[in-house]
């Protein structure tokens, strides 16, 4: 008999969510930058092996509320969680924990009926007494009955007995996608994915949340694959930007996602990248919907 579920993941931006899901996953499905809210979408990525599935999936809406919404959010959240078979809290220990934002989600998840996981990253950064103090730190989260697990998502360690851990705590089920999938993203999002997280690498400041992909074509051909993807900006400054001084900049993130698309497909590449502007995307609902961004 198979186990299979979802885990909600929820932790502060740059806690290391998403390196987390991809040495879980085994596979890049998800992005990784130094930039806070890389991710902008919701299922993170699918883990299966001959006993379990594990679906792991954004837990939107904890973050530290500017506005008025804290009601709705927390709804939200529980609704959320209601449909999740764990949650799993990831905390930054290297840079301390029990701060604002890490207890505004603990009392969100502090409501829920669902079994608590609490992963302490980072320890690859931390030595051994740094590391006892995050885990003695994570009391203070008021959550007594989550288990705590020291890891560190860029290295792996810890990893496989997290994974263990969060499978003992799925249903009995079957499985809710082909154990070849790695995430429930189309193809082509997945690519055009790839080719933002070069831009999140080269670039500063706004520039980084003005910047959405669209991956318009994947052609096979006979020993390549032809991918054709347009850079979405805001203005022209921001395209310039892109493009860099003589086409630079342009070059070396087609370069360099070329060489990731090339890992994840196993074959050759063309990828044939330009840049456009679209004033104010983020509030164009068509474009977002064919971005596949809900
Ligand atoms: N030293 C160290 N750095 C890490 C570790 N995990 C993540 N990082 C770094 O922390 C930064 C943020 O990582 P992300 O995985 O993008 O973090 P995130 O903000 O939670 O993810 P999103 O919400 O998906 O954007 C990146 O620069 C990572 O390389 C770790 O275990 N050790």
Not at 151 to 176: C, D, M, N, Q, W
Not at 185 to 196: D, G, I, K, S
Request: charged share 25%; net charge negative; no cysteine.
């Amino acid at each position: 008999m198979t186990r299979s579920g979802f885990i909600a993941l929820a932790g502060r931006p740059n806690v290391g969510k998403s390196t987390l899901v991809n040495s879980m996953v085994g596979h890049k499905v998800a992005i990784v930058s130094d930039k806070p809210q890389t991710t902008r979408r919701a299922i993170r990525g699918v883990l299966t092996t001959a006993d379990f599935q594990l679906v792991l999936t954004d837990l939107p809406g904890v973050q530290r509320p500017r506005d008025a919404l804290t009601s709705r959010m927390q709804k939200r959240v529980e609704t959320e969680l209601s449909e999740a078979d764990a949650a799993l809290f990831v905390v930054n220990g290297d840079q301390g924990i029990g701060g604002a934002g890490d207890r505004f989600i603990a009392e969100a998840l502090g409501n829920a009926k669902v079994p608590i996981v609490i992963a302490v990253n980072k320890v690859d950064r931390m030595n051994h007494s740094k590391t006892v103090k995050s885990l003695m730190l994570t009391e203070e989260l008021g959550l007594p009955e989550a288990e705590v697990f020291p890891i560190s998502a860029r290295t792996g360690k810890g990893v496989p007995a997290l994974v263990e851990h969060l499978a003992s705590l799925l249903p009995e089920g079957p499985f809710y996608f082909p154990p070849e999938d790695h995430s429930d993203q189309p193809e082509r999002v997945m690519l055009a994915e790839l080719v933002r997280e070069q831009v999140l690498l080269r670039t500063r400041q706004e520039v980084p949340h003005a910047v959405e992909v669209q991956v318009e074509e994947i052609e096979e051909r006979e020993n390549l694959v032809a991918v054709q993807a347009i850079m979405w900006v805001e203005t022209e400054s921001q395209k310039g930007i892109l493009i860099g001084h003589q086409g630079k900049m342009i070059k070396a993130i087609g370069v360099a996602a070329r060489k990731e698309i090339e890992r994840e497909l196993a074959e050759h590449v063309h990828l044939d990248l330009s840049v456009r502007v679209r004033r104010s995307w983020r509030a164009d609902d068509a474009l977002l919907d064919r971005l596949g961004i809900t």
